[in-house]
């Protein structure tokens, strides 16, 4: 891929829910009050949330076994918007962090793409994302 693009590195934490599927919306809306982003996924076998923050410790939404949390991850988001005919973004980016062994929670948007890392791994994918050509900005 020769195509190089511009990411952006968010400074704040991001945490990723894992719900039963049958979780009624009430359930986990307020988690989401006044984020800047998020991210809601459902499917026949669960609801996954993407929350640009720290798991709120007054939430009603407590975990158990089947309500899974990982906190601590970092979010690049690639610049965009990107067109549809563009082929390859993921898996050169995806492709370059899993060959150092980092591994990636995706989530694409009409517009772009965000790649999330593990928080202690964050420096080390801007290391590689710039190794490849890209340029990465820390916001």
Not at 54 to 72: C, F, M, V
Not at 84 to 99: D, K, P
Request: proline content about 6%.
């Amino acid at each position: 891929m020769t195509l190089k693009l511009n990411l952006e590195l968010d400074s704040l934490p991001y945490t990723i829910h894992r719900l039963p599927p049958t979780t009624p919306a009430s359930a986990y809306l307020p988690l989401l009050d006044n984020q800047a982003w998020y991210s809601i996924t459902k499917t026949a076998e669960e609801i996954s949330l993407v929350i640009s923050h720290a798991y709120p410790s007054s939430s009603t939404l407590l975990p158990n076994d089947e309500h899974k949390i990982s906190p601590s991850w970092r979010c690049f988001k690639v610049a965009g918007p990107l067109d549809f005919s563009l082929v390859g973004i993921m898996a050169n980016l995806s492709g370059a962090l899993a060959e150092e062994k980092i591994s990636v929670f995706v989530v694409s948007t009409y517009d772009t793409d965000y790649i999330l890392v593990k928080e202690d791994k964050a420096l080390e994918a801007k290391r590689v994302f710039e190794s490849i050509g890209h340029s990465v900005a820390v916001l």
